[in-house]
C-alpha cells in the first residue's frame, strides 16, 4: 500500500479555531460524540488545527476520555491517575505507555477470542444484554485473572530487572578501575 492511498482512507478532520470540528468525509460539523462513534466503530481518522494544520488526534481522544471519567462510571482511580502523571518525565515514561499499550491490546485480544468462542457455541454473536449478565457473573474471576497477570509480571519485570543489574556488575568488572558492589545494607551501631 502506498503512503497516498493509506492517506486517502484516514478520514480528515479539522478542528476550526470555534472549537467546531468539521468532518472532511461527510462536508459537515460533527460533536467529540461523533468522534467517539467513529472510535467505536474502528474508523482510521486524524483531527488537525485547521490554522495550523497540526495533527491534535490526541487532544481531541483525551478530551473524550475526560468527558467519559467526568460523566459516566469512571475507569480509572484518583490513584491511578496519580501514578501515572507520576511516570511523566521519568525515564520509565517510555516504558510505561509501551507497557500499557500492550496490555490493553492483550485485553482485547482475550474479549475479541470470548465473543469468538460464544458466537461458536451459540451460533450467532451474544447481544449486550447476555454479556452484561454473563459479566456480571464472571466479574471476579476476569478480575483474579487480570490480578494473577499482573502479579506475574511484576515477577518477570524484576527477574529482569536483577538480570540486567548482573550484566552491569559484570561489565564493569572487567575495568581496571574499582568495580562496581552491590548495596549492602548497613546496620545501625548500638
Same mark, same amino acid.
Given at each position: =500500500?502506498? /503512503?497516498?492511498?493509506?492517506?486517502?482512507?484516514?478520514?480528515?478532520?479539522?478542528?476550526?479555531?470555534? *472549537?467546531?470540528?468539521? @468532518?472532511?468525509?461527510?462536508?459537515?460539523?460533527?460533536?467529540?460524540?461523533?468522534?467517539?462513534?467513529?472510535? =467505536?466503530?474502528?474508523?482510521?481518522?486524524?483531527?488537525?488545527?485547521?490554522?495550523?494544520?497540526?495533527?491534535?488526534? *490526541?487532544?481531541?481522544?483525551?478530551?473524550?476520555? +475526560? $468527558?467519559?471519567? &467526568?460523566?459516566?462510571? !469512571?475507569? #480509572?482511580?484518583?490513584?491511578?491517575?496519580?501514578?501515572?502523571?507520576?511516570?511523566?518525565?521519568?525515564?520509565?515514561?517510555?516504558?510505561?505507555? &509501551?507497557?500499557?499499550?500492550?496490555?490493553?491490546?492483550?485485553?482485547?485480544?482475550?474479549? $475479541?477470542?470470548? +465473543?469468538?468462542? &460464544?458466537?461458536?457455541?451459540?451460533?450467532?454473536?451474544?447481544?449486550?444484554?447476555?454479556?452484561? /449478565? #454473563?459479566?456480571?457473573? %464472571?466479574? !471476579?474471576?476476569?478480575?483474579?485473572?487480570?490480578?494473577?497477570?499482573? $502479579?506475574? &509480571? %511484576?515477577?518477570?519485570?524484576? /527477574?529482569?530487572?536483577?538480570? =540486567?543489574? @548482573?550484566?552491569?556488575?559484570?561489565?564493569?568488572?572487567?575495568? !581496571?578501575?574499582?568495580?562496581?558492589?552491590?548495596?549492602?545494607?548497613?546496620?545501625?551501631?548500638?
Amino acid at each position: =500500500m502506498t /503512503q497516498e492511498s493509506a492517506a486517502e482512507t484516514v478520514r480528515l478532520i479539522k478542528k476550526y479555531p470555534n *472549537r467546531r470540528l468539521y @468532518d472532511t468525509c461527510t462536508s459537515s460539523y460533527i460533536t467529540l460524540v461523533d468522534v467517539k462513534q467513529l472510535v =467505536m466503530a474502528n474508523e482510521s481518522f486524524a483531527v488537525v488545527d485547521a490554522k495550523t494544520n497540526d495533527d491534535i488526534t *490526541r487532544s481531541i481522544l483525551l478530551q473524550i476520555i +475526560l $468527558e467519559e471519567e &467526568s460523566a459516566n462510571v !469512571p475507569m #480509572f482511580s484518583a490513584e491511578v491517575l496519580s501514578n501515572i502523571i507520576r511516570f511523566y518525565g521519568s525515564a520509565m515514561q517510555g516504558v510505561m505507555g &509501551s507497557y500499557l499499550e500492550q496490555n490493553i491490546q492483550a485485553f482485547i485480544e482475550i474479549q $475479541e477470542r470470548l +465473543l469468538a468462542q &460464544s458466537k461458536h457455541v451459540y451460533g450467532k454473536p451474544v447481544g449486550p444484554e447476555a454479556w452484561a /449478565q #454473563f459479566m456480571t457473573v %464472571q466479574t !471476579p474471576m476476569i478480575q483474579k485473572m487480570m490480578n494473577s497477570y499482573a $502479579e506475574q &509480571s %511484576q515477577k518477570m519485570f524484576t /527477574q529482569v530487572q536483577d538480570q =540486567m543489574q @548482573d550484566q552491569v556488575y559484570g561489565l564493569f568488572s572487567a575495568f !581496571p578501575f574499582a568495580s562496581p558492589t552491590k548495596e549492602k545494607t548497613h546496620k545501625p551501631k548500638e
